[in-house]
């Protein structure tokens, strides 16, 4: 299977790019389509390596899973019960795979699952997910790596989360839907994907309001019954494209956006000089030849997202000043300064901040990619550095972006994958 991502610098991006469905929206709305009767169709999921992983766990799971000939996708789960852990050789290649207990818990009030994996990029604990799904009456404990969870009896609960975690509100949402009385989850993640399943529960059925608060209400229903559901598009896959753009200095139409949800990134491009006209479900973005620094903090939505630090820190490498970039949501997310370096990058990683001193040149090299998004941000130093920049690992690429090597095609860039 091809690696690699080979890239001759320095390249403009021009043109349009169509935005596929939304990764982290996708994923978790496969996982709760379990929870319902019959066979749900979803539109607008990517074609990507994460979601075939997560096809793979849920065949394993005794799940049909079938491509339409109009691009959608059929899941259609058994009529009893699941019992099987998730596998974990398939679970350990992916985070959401542990959106599986909330699914799983809501559909038939126990769950086995094996503990996830993912990105490398920090501890990603599940006591906010445990701490949740306990509060509504399971009995959660943790054998030979996986998750087990089981329930005399579930009740609805008032469960307030230390940090709006994306994950632990997607799991409690999901048991909460089928589990009797209300259930408020305080301090919740606002996430656009968390509106998205929440949207998606209730074209089932379910009774969930506030989605994209603090605070998120749901009512317990008997049973959820299939039916037909478009992904959002995805933002973050958006966002790249959006930088690609400034970056090299080029003009990019995104087409299939929902403008709002990239508020917080269009703000920061903005300081930096990018120029940026929102259409009613498009937005064009024209890079500036000057690229100004800018300071960025990662929090959780509405703040900056974390999953478009890299790609930011790639732009502001080549500002024309000092850039601090803090990094409040996952530890471990400088992996790929080292990498940086190796193409001119002048960084400095002080705990959770890194200091940017802009360059006016970068070189291309060769590179590893370290997370899904450091690999992406890869791409777009590599747009910007004179010469040849080969990028390895790139499967950590494939699995968040959709048809990368012919998007960027269309945008009149030759990239290269071997
Ligand atoms: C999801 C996204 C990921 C994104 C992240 C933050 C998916 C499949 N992935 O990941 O792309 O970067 O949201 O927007 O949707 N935490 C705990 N205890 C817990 C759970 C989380 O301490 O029980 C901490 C994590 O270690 C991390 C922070 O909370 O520091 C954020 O994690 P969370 O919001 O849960 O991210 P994910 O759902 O894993």
Known sequence: MKNKLILDGKQTANGEVRISGAKNAGLVIMAASIMAEGETVLDNVPRIRDVDVMLDILTEMGVVCRWNEDQSLSICPPTGNIDKPTPYELSKKLRASNLFL???????????????????????????????????GAEVSLEQGNIYATAKQLQGARIYLDFPSVGATENIMMTACRVPGQTFIENAAKEPEIVDLANFLNTMGGRVRGAGTDIIKIEGVPELKAGRYAIIPDRIEAGTYMVAAAISGGTVLLENIIPTHLHPIIAKLQETGAHIEERESSLLVEGSADIRPADIKTLPYPGFPTDMQSQMLALLCRADGTSVVVENVFENRFQI?????????????????????????????????????AGAALILMALA????????????????YEDIVNKFAGLGVTLTAE
Do not use: W
């Open 102 to 136: 909330g699914a799983l818990m809501g559909r038939q009030g126990e769950a086995a699952v094996s503990l996830p994996g993912g990105c490398d990029i920090g501890t990603r604990p599940m006591d906010l997910h445990i701490k949740g799904i306990s509060a509504l």
């Open 337 to 373: 300064v080292d990498e940086f370096k190796r193409m001119g990058a002048q960084i400095k990683v002080k705990g959770m901040s890194a200091i940017v001193q802009g360059v006016p040149q970068l070189n291309g090299s060769t590179v590893k990619a370290t997370d899904l998004r």
């Open 385 to 400: 550095a004179e010469g040849r920049t080969v990028i390895e690992e790139a499967n950590y690429i494939f699995r968040g």
